[in-house]
């Protein structure tokens, strides 16, 4: 009731304000007539009466006043007015209000950008229900950290049924499915155990998803379709489930239709099951696992559980390493994975940038304040109290804020979309080309909080500044010398040396990571990307579990490959040599047997891949098509391997056996001589060190490794071409459809891309923060040239005394000079200070390059000092062209 | 005659107990102070309206124009519900103050 009667009041006062005026008008006339009637019958003439109602009735505008102000919401009031007149004052000095407008629409359309970004892929939840629970499972070894495991290891953790609800095994990335017909593609399908989809929540629109048996050996040819697949190829068909889908020329039953809000991790078009062995020995390790732990386990418990259990799992299997721990992580972390990292520095960078933004503008409202001197003190010689000057103050800066947060925000959402056209491929959650990322209550909460914490920040300063002026002294002098004082020179002199701090650790970071980017495009890979043409092909069908069928496709396929004109020269393996990822235990014949003696990295490869990627052979001889099955065993090692292993000696004629106890897919695998040393390439990427490893003919592979690999991953074709490679793409598609039989080769890509790929991290986050380091620079740079101009300004008169007294032109120059140079000094020293600090949390982005560095630490300082020379130079130069007697007239 | 000065705070109650004697406008509330107080109290006529914009506000009384015992067109300010309980507190609490007041004054030496 009474706060009803509140609103009431303060709608009428708001919304009917002439309505109220004129009743109130109207109410104290009838008063004052109604007196005068009564006075009038009391004798007096007509006009004294009335004289005489209005002398009793008071002073007519204060009781309005007081009847306004009774009628509540001051505070609205008084802001009301201040936005008003705030308004008002910003549209006089045009100049000004879109200069520190777009400034900080900048600076906050950046923040906006990139807290965008940060919002979708670290801050908004899992879209999975109970994602809390969910936990990526993780086998770090004595030999090698991976969150891959293996059929074992899987039951294993199934078994931990007291800390565990669901236990799934997914692919890795999946081998990829021909889809037969017309028009022959590979489609996304991962090989899933049947909990996955209640691991992940995932929600059935049609059908079911496997059952246990479906998901046993020989339990059928059945496949699980998300949405998107299930409208693209049956159009959205209720009537798909029980239809069969042909895949690598087999069928398969669709029992189940997956609802389109499932975002699939890894992503897929299509599940199929596992169809695990339920005893098995199988030690290779090949696949992801997630689960979901019990209500009210937490993460700890579970790793105490894995522990406790752990000795069993190696007592049950004597081969496996005893110091093989198993542990499980939050399954987000692991989504989000290193991007957290480079976004939370992108997001420090990008707020630098802001308080250098900001720094500016209080600059700039300091000049402004000056300039408004008299017009406080007058104000405030009227009875303004401090507080409502200041608070009169913080209305304008606030309001230029929030106009440059509106501002910020339209700039943030093309930023956004700018960001991801240059993003490297692979930013975690981001969906299809960044989809996922758009404008919710986050970021609009964020750039409202950063716009007006912006106000305040470079608006309080100013404000407290100007209201500070003594009323007298500020009253008498002259309008055009105020504001030349000691603390105001000095609060402008810590802005500027702030900023000149701020930007150089900016352009420090930015320094930095340019140098690892030249450092990674430096870095010989070890073989020729130029020419080369990857693609790849999915083995599907049972013609590809067996070597003899592998082997055959591929002697097939490059033979129609090197026919076609303009191709210098084929070659197949399963890993580029940028990225290779498979590694196995070896031991070397005629040493003492010792367990776990040696472990590297390996593949398998067709004869020519070599000489295609141009990697030399330092010693001995290739791979030929006679190194084929039944041939004595061969393998060719890189330097890094020979140099780890035989320090001393000859490889070349040793002997060596692979993969024992790794489990049946490796039965069969011959005893091999090493024939030869290649030279070093990068198998980890560019910026790790050349990983040992070896190299066997795939002609030469047990039928369970081919059988696993047609499994889980597809193979590569490469082609070097005399000219651009992209011409002969549809000759080798065509070629290789015939030799393969209607398989599709997709993913076809230059061996330059993939380069580029793989260090896009890298080119992204130097791009960035040299983006954010050069506006930086040039806010800088602005900020000493305003304060050195306006000074200079300021100081005309003093220039022309000097120069009346006997100064030369030299003298006065060096003084302004000097006067800037010592600010920026000051601040590429507290810079210095600042980025020997911070470097370190963009130590793990850098490559090739110390956090410290002595180049950049010396070479980035002096382009900051060389810029600030230019800017305090300008104004110094007009200084010493003061005409002294114009100087001295003036006053 | 000699008048009184208003006590600060005392306004508010003696409009409360003018209107809650029947529905008035501004002048006639004043009239009616004069009348119930002998013309004791001296009130600034002006005051009067800051003091019924409040009353307003805060959701004591009810105000609503309407045509005056003359025919002429008026704002007349009437008690709401919570307006009439706030009249019933404080003429209970003034009454206290007023009597222990009257009391305190009127003590002499023996009584002590």
Redesign the interface.
Known sequence: ??????IR?LTAKFFHRSQIAE??E???R??IQ??ADDLERGGLARAEAERRARI?????Q??RE???????GAIVETLMQDVRFAFRALRKSPGFAVAAISALALGIGANTAIFSVVNTVLLKPLTYPDADRMVEFLAPSSVIASNLACIPEFHFYQRQTSVFKDVAAYDNAGPGFNLSGDRPEQLHGIHVTEGYFRVYGAPVMLGRTFTPQEDSPHGGKVVVLSYGLWQRKFGGNPATVGKSLSLGNEPYTIIGVIGKEFVSDPQADMWLPFQFEPVSNDMNHFFQVAGMLKPGVTVEQANAQLEAAAPQYHRDFPGTDPKQQFAVGSLRDSIIGDARNSLLVMLGAVGLVLLIACANVANLLLVRATGRKREFAIRSALGASRGRIVSQLLTESVMLSVAGGILGLGLGFIGVRALLAISPAGLPRIGEDGAAIGIDWRVLAFTLVVSLLTGILFGLFPAINASRSDLNSTLKESSNRSGTGFRQGKARSVLVISEVSLALVLLIGAALLIRTFVALHGVGPGFDSHNVLTMEMSLNGDRYQKTAGVAQLLRDGRERLNAIPGVEISASAYWLPIDVEDAMPFQILGRPVQKDCCFNKWMSVTPGYLSLFKIPILRGRDFTENDKAGAPGVALINEAMAKKLWPNNDPIGQHIMCGQGVGPELDGEPERQIIGIVGDSHNSGLGQPADPMMMVPIAQVPDGYAAAYSDIQPLFWLVRTHGDPHQVIPAITEQLRVASKGFPVAHIRTMDEVMGRSTARQSFNMLLLTIFGVVALVLAAIGIYGLMAYSVEQRTQEMGIRMALGADRGTIRKLVVWHGMRLALIGVALGIGAAFGLTRFIATFLFGVKPWDPAVFIAVPLILVAVALVAVWLPAARASKVDPMQALRAE | MDQAQILPGTLDLLILKAVSLGPL???GI?LRIGQITNSALLI????L???L??L????LLRAS?GVSENN????FYEL???GRKRFREETAGWNRLATAMATALAARPEEI
Not at chain 1, 1 to 6: L, P, R
């Open positions: 009731m009474k706060i009803m009667a509140y009041s009743e109130m109207e109410e104290f009838t008063h109604r007196r009793e009735f008071g002073g007519n204060r009781y007081e009847c306004h102000e009774a009628m509540g | 406008h501004g002048y004043l600034e006529q002006g005051a309206y800051p003091a914009f409040r307003v506000r805060q959701g124009w002429r067109r008026a704002k709401t519900a919570a």
